[in-house]
Every structure is written in C-alpha cells, then in structure tokens.
C-alpha cells in the first residue's frame, strides 16, 4: 500500500506538499520503491530474452534464464541506475547551495528516485512496443535535471547567518 501511495505521489511531483510527503518517506522504501521500478523497467528487455529464437538464451531452460537475467541484466541495470542517482543527488547539492538552499544528499538522493518513476514507467510502455533509442536516456535525464531544480526551488531558502 504505501508503495502505491508513493507511486501516485511521484507521478504529480513537484508540488510543494508532495514534496514535502516524499520527502518523509524513510530511506529504505525509497529504495525497495526503485528495485520495484527498475523490476519493472526490466520487462521488456526479459520478454525479449524470453522470446529470442537464437543465440546463447533460446536454448537455456526458463529457469536458468530467469537467474541469468538476474545476474547479468537487472543486477548491473541497479548498480548503474543507482550510482547515476548519486551522481546527480551530489551534483544537485552544489546547485542547491548556489540557489541557497540548504539541502542534504539525502533528500536529493530521494527525489532524484522518485522523479525517476515517469520516464522508467514511459521506457517500459514503449519498450513493449517499439524500439527505444539512446535519444530517450538523454530526454530522460534532461526531465530529471529540470525536474529536481524545481524542486529544489520549492525548499525555503536559507537565512543569513549573523555575524
């Protein structure tokens, strides 16, 4: 339920309040919230492997595939999405202290996954379909970049220190 709940709050980011809710959220669901969405961003790259006539995974039984799936694709695709979080959650606090906020890695490291839901749910929905180009990873990343500023300029800014 509450992993439902994030999901609908995700999708109507960055509205101040849902901002403000996702960003209550503990550190661990967000975590099982983006094994959940790159499980399902995985989809189509398994039904794929699945219905190959060739090659090294036709000839595999479903459920050696499944393992090698699991090692070879999903493992490494949440290592990667996860460092590419950080990356960005760290290149956004320098932005956030040039915009005067005063934010943590933390809390950009959360809304850098949850504004990750819209373009890993649209990949999935076209990748079921039709071929995806390295296009749509640039577009993606672009809408996360433009998505976090603005949230990041929904924060208050900080005070002036006295001297």
Known sequence: MIFWQTLL???????????FKLNRTGM???????FILLFIASIPALTDRIYE???FSADMNIVFLLIYFFIFYYLPLTIIIFLSITVISYVMTWIS???????????LW????????????LYTGIALFFPVHDIYL???VLYILTMLI????????????KK
Not at 9 to 19: A, D, G, H, N, Y
Not at 97 to 107: E, G, P, Y
Request: charged content about 20%; overall charge positive.
């Open 9 to 19: 709050q995700s999708l109507r980011l960055p509205k101040k309040e849902i901002v």
């Open 28 to 34: 661990d669901i967000t975590v099982i919230y983006m």
């Open 53 to 55: 006539n060739s090659g």
């Open 97 to 107: 202290h040039f915009m005067h906020r005063k934010l943590r890695l933390q809390i």
């Open 110 to 121: 959360k809304m850098c996954a949850y504004t990750t839901t819209i373009p890993f749910l």
């Open 138 to 140: 640039w577009i993606s």
């Open 150 to 161: 603005a949230i990041i300029s929904v924060y208050p800014k900080r005070k002036p220190r």
